[in-house]
C-alpha cells in the first residue's frame, strides 16, 4: 500500500528564518507529486508539481522553491520565510490514469512569527 | 477557462437529515469530477470520483454524488447525516486539455447541529 509521510507536524519559524519541508512517498513507483498552500478559511492553492526527478513547475512560487531530490521525495523550502507564508502546507501524489487523483498527506502547519 | 464553483461557504445540517452540497462547473467537456473532504487539522482524502457511466456514484460513509451534463453540476448527498462528517468538503475537476491539474472549489463547511 501507498503511503505518503509529511514532515515536520508544525512549526513555529521567525520572519526571515530558512524553512523546508519534506514530503516521501513509498510504495508508488515515478509518482506525480504536488505542493499545496491551504490559508486559514480553506481555498487552496496549488504552488508546485513534478511529475519526474529533477524537475518541478512552477504554480505560484510566493517567494518558495521546491526541489525533488529522489523519485520518492518532495521538499518545499525558503531561506527567508514572510508573515505571509504562515499556513498549512500539504503534499499530494498522483498517477495521470484516472484523470490525475491526487492523494494527499497529513499536512504540515506552519506558523510564521 | 475552467473552474468549480461551490455556491455555499457553509452548511448547517442536523444530525440524522439529509445533506446536499452543490458543486458547478464549467468545462466546455466532460472532465473528471472529484469530491473530497478535510477533517479539522487534517489532509485532504478523497470521498468519490466521476467520469463516466452511471450519473449516480458511490463513495465513502455513505455520501454519494450525482452528475448531471445538462446542468454542469456534481452535488454531494447523504442520505442521514452524522455528528463525525463534520468537516470540509471540497469539488474538484481536471481535464486533459489542461493536463489533468485538478482545478479546486472554495470548499465548503459543513455543521452538524446535535
Known amino acids: 500500500a501507498q503511503t505518503i509521510h509529511q514532515w515536520p507536524v508544525a512549526e513555529i519559524k521567525a520572519v526571515g528564518s530558512p524553512l523546508s519541508l519534506g514530503c516521501t512517498i513509498k510504495?508508488?513507483?515515478?509518482?506525480?507529486l504536488y505542493w499545496y498552500w491551504q490559508a486559514t478559511g480553506g481555498t487552496l492553492q496549488q504552488l508546485f508539481y513534478?511529475?519526474?526527478?529533477?524537475?518541478v513547475e512552477s504554480v505560484v512560487q510566493l517567494n518558495l522553491s521546491a526541489s525533488r531530490p529522489k523519485d520518492d521525495q518532495f521538499i518545499l523550502s525558503t531561506e527567508k520565510l514572510l508573515l505571509s507564508h504562515s499556513g498549512f502546507y500539504l503534499c499530494?501524489?498522483?498517477?495521470?490514469?484516472?484523470?490525475?487523483?491526487?492523494?494527499f498527506g497529513e499536512g504540515s502547519r506552519l506558523i510564521v512569527v | 477557462a475552467q473552474s468549480v464553483t461551490q455556491p455555499d461557504a457553509r452548511v448547517t445540517v442536523s444530525e440524522g437529515a439529509s445533506l446536499q452540497l452543490r458543486c458547478k462547473y464549467s468545462s466546455s467537456v466532460t472532465p473528471y469530477l472529484f469530491w473530497y473532504v478535510q477533517y479539522p487539522r487534517q489532509g485532504l482524502q478523497l470521498l468519490l470520483k466521476y467520469y463516466s457511466g452511471d450519473p449516480v456514484v458511490q463513495g465513502v460513509n455513505g455520501f454519494e454524488a450525482e452528475f448531471s451534463k445538462s446542468n454542469s453540476s456534481f452535488h454531494l448527498r447523504k442520505a442521514s447525516v452524522h455528528w463525525s462528517d463534520s468537516a470540509v468538503y471540497f469539488c474538484?475537476?481536471?481535464?486533459?486539455?489542461?493536463?489533468?491539474?485538478?482545478?479546486w472549489g472554495s470548499g465548503t463547511k459543513l455543521i452538524i447541529k446535535p
Open positions: 513534478s511529475i519526474t526527478v529533477g524537475q
Open positions: 499530494a501524489w498522483s498517477l495521470l490514469l484516472s484523470g490525475n487523483t491526487l492523494y
Open positions: 474538484a475537476v481536471s481535464m486533459w486539455d489542461s493536463n489533468y491539474q485538478l482545478i
Open positions: 510504495g508508488k513507483s515515478s509518482p506525480n
